[in-house]
Antibody, heavy 118, light 107 residues
Framework: QVQLVESGGGVVQPGRSLRLSCGTS????????MHWVRQAPGKGLEWVAM????????YYADSVQGRFTISRDNSENMLYLQLNSLRAEDTAVYYC???????????WGQGTLVTVSS | DIVLTQSPATLSLSPGERATLSCRAS??????LAWYQQKPGQAPRLLIY???NRATGIPARFSGSGSGTDFTLTISSLEPEDIAVYYC?????????FGGGTKVEMK
């Protein structure tokens, strides 16, 4: 049974940092590309970042480039997203998702809510 | 960035009716298009990948078609459990982008 479980969300002040985690089971994590996608309250989906299976390449949305860092630990089947210099517009549910390798994301976690507010 | 425009924004249909959802890309994405279903309070679920391939466990009433810039998701006979927001997504070019969504509601 495939499980992706995000954690680490919460309320944080503007300018502060947060680290999100995504624990996985039931997928060949070390051979899977992984993504973070977010969804602001009442809004659509916004892709945030992607990391190759071996961690050698990363991609970011312009809106988070230079502030967020995606990383992974293949020995622990864990995916991370470091969020720095947070802004009110970063408030969203953050989902981790697996890259299917054929244009799409096939497994998703239930998400963790990040609220940036003073 | 490739912009995906979905239409209509909202689709109101009766059970058993056919639903046709459109996704138009600002430039060609070839066949690199996927469709997702998202119900309230839930994570998105992959329905269609590679424009026309049903994901594992997806009912046959869901089908995808199109290539280049124009794509369609069809629900052949709407069921009450199909009430959701549907998103298209491309990965032909970075960054990966999503459409704004089509909300399907019951009339």
């Amino acid at each position: 049974q495939v499980q992706l479980v995000e954690s680490g969300g919460g309320v944080v002040q503007p300018g502060r940092s947060l680290r999100l985690s995504c624990g996985t089971s039931g997928i060949p994590f070390s051979s899977s590309g992984m993504h973070w996608v977010r969804q602001a309250p009442g809004k659509g989906l916004e892709w945030v970042a992607m990391i190759w299976s071996d961690g050698s390449k990363t991609y970011y949305a312009d809106s988070v480039q230079g502030r967020f860092t995606i990383s992974r630990d293949n020995s622990e089947n864990m995916l991370y997203l470091q969020l720095n210099s947070l802004r009110a517009e970063d408030t969203a549910v953050y989902y981790c998702a697996r890259d299917k390798g054929v244009t799409s994301l096939d497994y998703w976690g239930q998400g963790t809510l990040v609220t940036v507010s003073s | 960035d490739i912009v995906l425009t979905q239409s209509p924004a909202t689709l109101s249909l009766s059970p058993g009716e056919r639903a046709t959802l459109s996704c138009r890309a600002s430039q060609s994405v070839g066949g690199s298009l996927a469709w997702y279903q998202q119900k309230p309070g839930q994570a998105p679920r992959l329905l269609i990948y590679g424009a026309s391939n049903r994901a594992t466990g997806i009912p046959a009433r869901f089908s995808g078609s199109g290539s280049g810039t124009d794509f369609t998701l069809t629900i052949s006979s709407l069921e009450p459990e199909d009430i959701a927001v549907y998103y298209c997504q491309q990965r032909s070019n970075w960054p990966l982008t999503f459409g704004g969504g089509t909300k399907v509601e019951m009339k």
